[in-house]
């Protein structure tokens, strides 16, 4: 790690981000000014620098151009005007003459400005002088994201039926309409390997309780699903209910697990299940505490779970809520002025995700009481963790499934994330393509977006092409909001060519799961920008609407309502692949370049790379049904000595290593090139 030079500023809080512990560096920091009095880190950016990384945020692949905020937000509007999301991933990389990467360690929140008040300075701003600050030097960018996945540690690994497709939907209440969900699967052909409950399925929005009126047989009902090849995954919400009885709340009171007020008392906000306690998922055994909870669900046959409002969201708080109050009744009576009129307004609305109460409650730390703001962005890390640290415990030998909504550095070895709650716009297909790219480089490979959009009312057109991009992220969830239409793959007239991109997820679950497995355990990426295989193609690094899946895909979707196909640029010759379904496709060939392509609706643009090859399943209707020792080829070679090396397991057990687990794939084997 000789390239990593680590800068301590102040008294940096521990986020165990890294996994190596690297000497403080002596001396000032070559590329970067570090600026104690103004708590700010600056440098300048060449006319072509691009800038990377960032994870989990708005707007471009290059994040030039615009400021960004560190502070894990529930914000239901990703638009441009943003700086927030849920995640807080303080890693760049300047990719200039000289590249280099940064990664400021710290929880807490952290303004970024990257070319917006000045075209040609980044600036980043720190809320106090703490943090380590890691400089990594590398010949390219590809190179220093590497270095840096070095340093904080391998990615998460999920089961191999997390590969397959899931529905959700916030809504589902029951038994009942899960098993409507089941049917309308079956009853069209379509696959499936996952059905998640939404917070609906527990008693009064009670974490690790079901709901016994609509759920009677709960461990009979996940056992049956289960035998059909398909798995639940329940949502588990950050805080804890108020309730005489309720186990959970009495035993964290009573041992003093749940974050304190300034008055030493347990600090009380509100979320869905109206007023609650958050649990001190800093607090070590706090945390061994809530995590082990989990186990009362994994005794019921339950295998995977997805973590949320975990930033964490608050609606109010009840301090705040009284003051909001109270102003309220000064206006009372009065003939508002437009202004206080707008003030009060604000006053409500701004109840939600109040910095104030941020600022309000306490952690045990490391044995050190901390207020909230200052390890903000760690909360739905540690909550993460907490599970993942116990099902180590309760399930030694088994990989669960596991993902997040907020999250840090470092996360990434102990779930996955989804993309929160975007929208059924069509500029959030967008969203997803280029925030993959920027979330593989922060080590967060098993993601994707609520496809289809999760607020609005999706359109049978964007859920086409959206499956059409899906099919390629690891994470493939149908997921939509209370209230919007019903966007479940059965609800929409052309089910048929929806299916037939459902199925080519199943067909190309060999190459996904073998290039995700190879990229998490060599710390590489699963998805990247054209650039970062082609660092010579001046053209190829301006391109963020097409990325590399893998080392033999690249793919270039459609996200324009109404479009006819688009515009392509191909940094060498590729073959294409024009999917329709596993049985229908045709191949032509394109040459380096630019090029229209044509794209109905129902079709997939899959391009391979030269001398490349994918291994292909027969199409299946769950993970478990897939045929992995008859597997047909795509590829793009004309001789026979071409290889593709596939990773495959078991699919379950944590013994995943690449040694053992690599099957050498040649077209000289027999397998036919294409299906
Ligand atoms: O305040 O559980 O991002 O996926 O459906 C909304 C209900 C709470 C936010 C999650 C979303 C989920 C929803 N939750």
């Given amino acids: ?403 997040s909504r907020a999250s840090y550095i470092g996360m990434h070895r102990y779930g996955g994330i989804w993309m929160g709650d975007n929208h059924s716009w069509w500029s959030h297909l967008l969203l997803n393509i280029k925030m993959l790219a920027n979330l593989n480089m922060c080590g967060f490979l098993y993601t994707g977006a609520d496809i289809g959009g999760f607020g609005s009312d999706t359109t049978e057109d964007l859920l086409l092409r959206w499956y059409a991009f899906g099919i390629f992220t690891p994470l493939m969830r149908n997921h939509s909001a209370l209230g919007t239409r019903r966007q479940e793959t059965y609800q929409f007239t052309d089910i048929e060519s929806l299916r037939g991109l459902l199925r080519l997820r199943y067909m190309l679950l060999p190459y996904i799961y073998s290039e995700y497995m190879k990229a998490a355990l060599q710390g590489d990426l699963y998805a990247k920008p054209l650039a970062f295989a082609y660092p010579e193609d001046a053209q190829a690094s301006s391109i963020e609407d097409q990325l590399l899946i893998g080392e033999s895909i690249m793919v270039a979707p459609v996200y324009e309502q109404n479009a006819k196909g688009r515009y392509v640029y191909l940094p060498e010759d590729m073959k294409l692949y024009r999917m329709r379904s596993p049985e229908d496709m045709d191949e032509e060939m394109y040459a380096k370049g630019i090029h229209f392509v044509c794209a109905a609706p129902n079709e997939v643009l899959l391009f391979v790379r030269a001398g490349r090859l994918v291994p292909v399943a027969k199409a299946a209707s769950s993970v478990a049904d897939l045929d992995m020792g008859h597997l047909g080829l795509l590829g793009f070679v004309d001789n026979k000595d071409a290889v593709y090396e596939l990773y495959d397991d078991d699919g379950y057990s944590k013994a995943c290593s690449l040694e053992g687990h690599i099957r050498r794939i040649t077209p000289a084997e027999g397998v036919t090139i294409s299906p």
């Fill in 1 to 403: 790690m000789d390239n990593i030079k680590k800068y301590m500023l102040g008294n940096p809080i521990e986020t165990e981000a890294a996994v190596y512990e690297i000497e403080a560096a002596k001396g000032p920091c070559p590329c970067l000014e570090m600026d104690a009095q103004e708590m700010e880190i600056r440098c300048p950016l060449g006319d072509d620098d691009i800038v990377y990384g960032l994870g989990q945020q708005v707007r471009g692949i290059n994040k030039r151009g615009w400021k960004y905020t560190s502070f894990s937000s529930d914000d239901p509007n990703h638009t441009e005007n943003k700086e927030s999301l849920y995640g807080a991933h303080n890693f760049l990389v300047v990719d200039g003459g000289n590249p280099f990467g940064i990664f400021l360690d710290t929880p807490e929140k952290v303004s970024f400005d990257i070319g917006y008040s000045k075209p040609d300075a980044l600036c980043i701003r720190l809320s106090s002088w703490n943090a380590k600050c890691y400089v990594i030097e590398g010949d390219s960018a590809y190179d220093i994201v590497k270095s840096f996945r070095k340093l904080i540690g391998p990615s998460y690994l999920p089961p191999k039926w997390a590969f397959g497709f899931g529905q959700s939907r916030w809504g589902y209440q029951s038994q009942q309409d899960i098993e409507e969900v089941l049917a309308g699967h079956e009853e069209h052909g379509l696959p499936l390997d996952m059905v998640y409950l939404d917070i609906d399925y527990m008693d009064q929005y009670m974490d690790f309780t079901v709901d016994k009126e609509k759920f009677p047989d709960f461990p009979g009902f996940v056992e049956k699903v289960k035998s059909k090849g398909i798995r639940l995954v329940p949502i588990i919400d950050a805080g804890v209910k108020i309730k005489e009885g309720y186990e959970v709340y009495e035993e964290g009171a009573a041992k003093g697990y749940f974050c304190k007020d300034g008055e030493g008392k347990d600090f009380v906000g509100a979320v869905w299940p109206g007023r609650v306690h958050f649990p001190d998922m800093l607090n070590e055994k706090a945390r061994k505490w809530f995590g082990d909870k989990y186990k009362v669900l994994l005794e019921q046959g339950i295998e995977g779970f997805w973590n949320d409002m975990n930033e964490p969201a608050i609606f109010y708080s009840e301090r705040r809520l009284a003051q909001v109050f109270e102003k309220l009744e000064e206006y009372k009576g009065k003939n508002l002025g437009i202004d206080s009129f707008f003030e009060m307004q604000d006053m409500v609305r701004g109840l939600s995700n109040h910095q104030e109460d941020y600022q309000s409650f306490y952690h045990s730390y490391r044995g050190q009481d901390i207020r909230h703001d200052k390890v903000h962005n760690m909360y739905g890390y540690f909550m993460t963790r907490a599970a993942s640290e116990a099902f180590g415990r309760i399930e030694p030998d088994k990989r669960i499934l596991l993902f």
